[in-house]
Every structure is written in C-alpha cells, then in structure tokens.
C-alpha cells in the first residue's frame, strides 16, 4: 500500500520513518517534531508529546476498549489519515474490479 514519505498535512510536516511510524512537527513549535508509532501498544499507539506521555498515558491501565479519549491528537489525526490512505486503495481496488479489461 501506498504511504507518504514527506508530506504537509494540516499545515504539519509529517515524515514516514517505519511502517506506521512517523515524526511529526510540533503546532507550537516547529523546529520540534513528535516521534508517533500507530503500532505500539497493541493498536493503541504512542507519542512523544506531554500531553500523551504525562497526560493520557498514564490513564491507560483504564482502558477497556479501543478509545480515542486516551490518544493525543496526533495520534488520533495520523490514524485518520492512515485510514484515509486505506479507503483511497480500496476505492482504486474497487473501480478496477468493476472496469475490468
Ligand atoms: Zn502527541
């Protein structure tokens, strides 16, 4: 499938640096990037920023379902555009099944 290598999302720099794993640059402050993996954890996935590490976090001996309330928003927004990237393949996957040559 199909990822970003480099792209601007949302006015973010946001860099691929493994499968699921990525840097992302800070609102705040942009000579800083937060180091994002959708993987770790289970699917829950981890970031580098403050309000993920002190946070919600540490919250998460309460999760009981896969919840977005326990990720930061920059997970929260690269699951949405990994998701995106997914529906794009299958809709391209989808038109050619129904245009066969
Ligand atoms: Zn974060």
């Not at 919250?59 to 997970?75: A, G, L, M, P, T």
Request: hydrophobic letters at 30%; proline letters at 3%.
């Amino acid at each position: 499938m199909p990822d970003i290598q480099e792209k601007i999302l949302s006015g973010l720099r946001v860099t691929r640096i493994g499968l699921g794993h990525y840097n992302v640059q800070s609102e705040s402050d942009a000579t800083k990037n937060y180091s994002v993996d959708l993987m770790d954890y289970g699917g829950l996935g981890s970031c580098t920023c403050d309000d993920q590490v002190l946070r919600r976090h540490p919250r998460w001996s309460k999760v009981r379902e896969n919840h977005d309330s326990f990720r930061c928003k920059h997970i929260r927004f690269l699951r949405v555009h990994v998701l995106d990237q997914i529906i794009q393949f299958y809709l391209k996957k989808r038109i050619k099944q129904s245009n066969p040559k």
